[in-house]
């Protein structure tokens, strides 16, 4: 008699549990079921753009006239990268393939000789919405930047990266830089364009050429139709005269 009732015991027992895993089945099952048919949410924790708009445009306006206006294939805004790190409360803005219009704050003459120190807007006044408290700086790659006197286009800079710094009040382009304007071409590595004196700047070398004359050095100021500043140093500046052909 104790060994039928072992025998019965380990019966119960071995049914017990047949049961209490076909429980455990049934509900592990259900909950993968509900896990697997609920929308899965892309995670942002360590996406490093903040913003990302594609086929950009942007327009400033002064009394309803233009100062400014940016297209671009794609704008982001993300994380300024130090080494390995992005830093959270530094942000960079970054236009990808963007062409930029910069208009003259009033209409000039066709005499390009006419220089006019103030002929173009500040960035400060040109793009507001880009504070320096929310942004370090705009990087735009490639770059096409026009200078235009309303409807007239007169001075055009390319370039592969342009980074338009807002604390010193200029446009750094950099990776082969081509300036027209008329039938003036300036070619040269890195060339600096500070808008509140409308004037442009090289320390590196450079080839300008105009209808008359060919010019290389290493060290270059023009305004913004290319004239010549007096302040060029001359005894680094080579002078060809070009040819009628």
Excluded: W
């Excluded at 942007?58 to 206006?69: P, R, V, Y």
């Amino acid at each position: 008699m104790p060994l039928l009732r072992l025998y019965k015991f380990i019966l119960l027992l071995l049914l017990f549990l047949v049961v209490a895993g076909l429980i455990f089945l049934l509900l592990r099952q259900d909950n993968l079921n509900t896990h697997n048919n609920t929308p899965e949410v892309p995670s942002q924790r360590y996406s490093k753009h903040r913003l990302n708009i594609k086929g950009f445009e942007f327009d400033s306006l002064n009394n309803g006239e233009k100062m400014l206006s940016i297209k671009a294939d794609n704008f982001t805004i993300e994380k300024k990268k130090l080494g390995f790190f992005r830093l959270g409360l530094i942000n960079v803005a970054i236009f990808e393939n963007a062409v930029i219009d910069i208009y003259l704050k009033r209409k000039l003459s066709d005499n390009r000789s006419n220089f006019i120190r103030d002929a173009l807007p500040s960035l400060r006044d040109a793009l507001p919405s880009f504070s320096t408290k929310r942004i370090s700086s705009i990087t735009l790659k490639p770059v096409c930047l026009k200078l235009r006197n309303r409807d007239s286009l007169f001075t055009q800079i390319t370039s592969k990266v342009a980074i338009i710094r807002l604390k010193k009040h200029n446009i750094l382009f950099k990776g082969n830089v081509q300036v027209v304007s008329g039938n003036k071409r300036l070619y040269t590595k890195c060339l600096t364009l500070l808008p509140e004196e409308s004037i442009m700047k090289t320390e590196q070398h450079f080839i300008l050429k105009t209808a008359q004359k060919k010019m290389e050095g290493e060290k270059l100021t023009v305004d913004i139709f290319l004239n010549l500043e007096q302040e060029n140093d001359k005894t680094g500046m080579e002078s060809n005269t070009v040819g009628k052909r």
